[in-house]
């Protein structure tokens, strides 16, 4: 079982910024990708950014250049520093990774872009 917890969302204008955190706990070893999710009201949950064990990064069109995903292995967290944010970004935002073929996610956290 791996446990995820979000934390660093909140309110803020467009063009501010927001970093995000997630915390694995429990069956961590081996764990490989870590990624952020988002779902917007109305909409389907779609793929943020993703990030190996070794670092490397893939990233949602809509994002590029804005977000960037980080990690620290030894401590089992994965960061998304938001910059340049629109209110398009409003949404919940997810953790997630996979572990024994089973995906687990985090509980969300809000993030809310007012323009």
């Known amino acids: 079982q791996v446990q995820l917890v979000e934390s660093g969302g909140g309110l803020v204008q467009a063009g501010g910024s927001l970093r995000l955190s997630c915390a694995a706990s429990?069956?961590?070893?081996?764990?490989?990708?870590m990624g952020w999710y988002r779902q917007a009201p109305g909409k389907q949950r779609e793929l943020v950014a993703t990030?190996?064990?070794?670092?490397?990064?893939a990233y949602a069109d809509s994002v590029k250049g804005r977000f960037t995903i980080s990690r620290d292995n030894a401590k089992n967290t994965v960061h998304l520093q938001m910059n340049s944010l629109k209110p398009e970004d409003t949404a919940v935002y997810y953790c997630?990774?996979?572990?024994?073929?089973?995906?687990?996610w985090g509980q969300g956290t809000q993030v809310t872009v007012s323009s």
């Open positions: 997630h990774t996979s572990h024994s073929l089973k995906a687990y």
């Open positions: 990030i190996s064990s070794g670092g490397n990064t």
């Open positions: 429990g069956s961590t070893f081996s764990i490989n990708v």
